[in-house]
């Protein structure tokens, strides 16, 4: 039945099927539609950075950057849900088109460039959901504000966020929005690190529970810059690191049409990179701060990998988009298998 509906939307362009597909998703979830579709995902509730997820396949961030619809998607079996990338005024993003696919590879190009409403009418979407599952709210930085002003940004949103949110993810690793990745290291990094933290601690006795922190970083990172990052997020006791946001290396797209665009890569030519950089990034924390992994995940052998190499939790977002609802059974199936 997905091939199906993949097959009509693909005769969309990128962005308008997506578009297209959330309204469906949306609306499916005021009717209690998108229950008789969902696939029987086992529970077998887990805990990681001291929240208890029902299963261990969420939603990455960038699909429902608004929270519209959350009901919908959290009624088809995910364990939690990632919101956003959201920042603190609303921004259009890049210029369109700004989405293509490569589906040979089964693979997406985005270079959005953090469109979304704002921060105020993602809360207000929150606030409205029934979703009982843990919610993660991924923040950015608005395009205006400069890179050496970006910990104003982040502070914004994690103090608007904060009481919303099961997890806040600081996404530090868009590779369209300017000069961002280079929060990822040196002294922009420590010094965003220790502002989040210290509202983190005041905010906490505000509201009398710590909401955990969770860095999202690249994929393109040496193994020498990665080992730098890991010593950061344990010395600043952050609660935990997503592996990996999309990635510029276009080698296993090269010569395929719109593989030149500009723009992140997700889908399974990302598979292989972001595994390796879970692998090492276990290898650097030694279990101080679990890894939630991300990127390439299509099947369950790729679910299982992520596992295999040291995550504790895996999203999809181009698997999702390729082969349904379906995957997240499978993806939790996978995890199951390896943890037996």
Excluded: W
Excluded at 98 to 119: Q, S
Excluded at 173 to 178: A, D, G, I, L
Excluded at 312 to 321: E, K, R
């Amino acid at each position: 039945m997905y091939k199906l509906t993949r097959s009509a939307l693909f005769c969309l362009s990128a962005e308008t099927a997506h578009d297209f597909a959330m309204e469906m998703i949306s609306a499916g979830g005021r009717l209690g539609l998108t229950r008789l579709i969902a696939p029987t995902v086992p529970s077998k509730p887990r805990e990681v950075m001291g929240l208890t997820f029902d299963n261990p396949v969420g939603l990455a961030a960038g699909l429902d950057k608004n929270g519209e619809c959350i009901d919908g998607l959290g009624s088809l079996g995910f364990g939690f849900l990632e919101l956003g990338t959201v920042t603190p005024v609303g921004q259009p993003g890049n210029p369109k088109p700004r989405m293509f696919r490569i589906p040979e590879k089964e693979a997406l190009i985005n270079r959005m460039g953090f469109n979304n409403l704002g921060v105020d009418q993602l809360i207000a979407n929150v606030r409205k959901s029934q979703y009982k599952g843990v919610i993660g709210i991924n923040i950015g930085k608005n395009l205006t504000t400069a890179v050496e002003d970006a910990n104003r940004d982040y502070l914004t949103c994690l103090r608007k966020v904060y009481p919303h949110a099961g997890y806040v993810a600081v996404n530090l690793s868009s590779p369209n929005t300017p000069g961002l990745r280079k929060l990822q290291y040196g002294e922009a990094l420590k010094s965003l690190l220790a502002a989040l933290k210290e509202e983190q601690a005041l905010l906490a006795k505000e509201y009398g529970r710590v909401v955990p922190l969770a860095i999202k970083i690249a994929p393109d990172m040496t193994d020498e810059e990665i080992a730098e990052v890991a010593a950061e997020l344990v010395a600043y006791e952050l609660d935990g690191v997503i592996a990996t946001n999309t990635t510029l290396d276009r080698d296993k797209v090269s010569g395929f049409a719109t593989a030149e665009e500009a723009g992140g890569l997700s889908g399974a030519p990302l598979s292989d990179k972001s595994t390796e950089v879970i692998r090492l990034l276990a290898g650097e924390l030694s279990g101080k701060l679990p890894i939630i992994g991300v990127g390439g995940i299509m099947d369950a052998q790729t679910a299982a990998d992520k596992i295999k190499a040291g995550a504790s939790l895996v999203q999809i977002y181009s698997g999702f988009i390729y082969k349904g609802p379906e995957l997240i059974r499978e993806a939790a199936e996978a995890v199951y298998s390896v943890e037996s």
